[in-house]
């Protein structure tokens, strides 16, 4: 009966991150792309996405801070960032989509240094193309 009951735990434990993930069609629209330019405010490499935040200038003058939503940190590793390729106070540019559920939320593309330089974000939504 132990044995079971332990058997059980650990499968159930296996399981919660699994559920925890989403899909990109859950959380993004691939119908509603989205290109937005602001300054870096703060940098959350965790799992199981790294986040960066923007503040956004709109045409009214008022600043609204967004959400990008990129792939985890060791799938940008492996693209080639590194933990000082974007900081606090960096003005960039992101493609990506708009989220479901969230008018400040996007799934970054793409991202665009002050230099020109483009790094890819690691996108969940693979290779839905940008319109």
Request: glycine share 6%; charged share 20%.
């Amino acid at each position: 009966m132990k044995i079971v009951l332990l058997s059980l735990v650990i499968l159930a434990r296996m399981a919660a991150p699994a559920a925890a993930h989403h899909s990109f069609a859950a959380g993004f629209d691939s119908h509603r792309p989205v290109t937005l330019k602001g300054v870096v405010t703060k940098i959350e490499w965790t799992n199981p996405h790294t986040h960066v935040f923007l503040d956004i200038v709109d045409d009214k003058h008022v600043t609204t801070n967004w959400k990008f939503e990129l792939a985890s940190p060791q799938v940008l590793l492996q693209q080639g960032w590194r933990a000082r390729s974007l900081n606090v106070g960096d003005e960039v540019t992101i493609d990506g989509w708009m989220a479901r559920d969230s008018p400040t939320t996007v799934n970054a593309r793409i991202v665009t240094l002050a230099n020109g330089r483009q790094m890819s974000a690691g996108s969940s939504g693979g290779d839905v193309p940008l319109k």
